[in-house]
Structures are given as structure tokens and as C-alpha cells.
């Protein structure tokens, strides 16, 4: 049976890693915002939905992130999957905006008219 002191010193090392993940956490959103302004930037200099989807630059971000894991001894397939999923949330986003920047266009255009 574990001593009461163990599982305290247990407990105490899970909250200091709890904490370290939700400062990474912190910075990783910081750095989620910086890249949907960028995303958002991107998206006002394509001319159509293909150009947002772009699945061959979809790919070479996916192998880019996928080499840099593996330099940095971390796992490609995590890497991979987080970024799938990051990369799906700002196509749509990015079609989202593309589509409502061209209906307030399209509502400027008319209350001109």
C-alpha cells in the first residue's frame, strides 16, 4: 500500500504538470489567434473556394509539420492528426468569412444601386 506521503508528492507532481500544460495551452492559443489573422489575410487573396481548400498545400503543411516533429524526436502521427484537424477548423473559417465579405459586397453593391 502507498504511503500517504507518496500519493501526496503524486498529487503535488500532477498539478505542477496540470499547470505546465495549461500555460503551453495559453501559448498555443496565442499562437492559434496569430495564425487565423494570417488565415484571414490569406483568404481576402484567393478568388474562389478551390484556392481555400488547396489540398495540395494542405499536404505540404502536413509533411512540413510532419519532418519538423520527427527533428524535435516528437511524434509525426500526433502532429499530424492535431494539424488535420486545425487545418479542417480554418477552411471552414476561412470559407465562413470569404462567403459573408462577399454578401456584404453584394449588399453594398445593391444599396448603391
Do not use: C
Not at 1 to 23: F, G, K, P, Y
Not at 30 to 50: F, H, Q, T
Not at 68 to 93: H, K, L, W
Not at 100 to 108: F, I, S
Request: cysteine-free; proline content about 2%; charged content about 35%.
Amino acid at each position: 500500500m502507498e504511503s500517504l506521503d507518496h500519493q501526496r508528492s503524486m498529487t503535488s507532481q500532477l498539478d505542477d504538470v496540470r499547470t505546465a500544460i495549461d500555460e503551453i495551452d495559453e501559448e498555443i492559443v496565442a499562437l492559434i489567434w496569430r495564425r487565423e489573422r494570417l488565415v484571414r489575410l490569406a483568404g481576402s487573396l484567393k478568388d474562389n473556394d478551390a484556392e481555400v481548400k488547396a489540398p495540395a498545400r494542405v499536404e505540404e503543411v502536413l509533411e512540413h509539420v510532419r519532418t519538423t516533429a520527427q527533428a524535435q524526436d516528437g511524434d509525426p502521427t500526433v502532429v499530424e492528426a492535431t494539424y488535420r484537424a486545425m487545418i479542417d477548423a480554418f477552411i471552414d473559417y476561412e470559407l465562413k468569412v470569404r462567403h459573408e465579405a462577399q454578401t456584404r459586397a453584394k449588399l453594398d453593391a445593391f444599396s448603391r444601386s
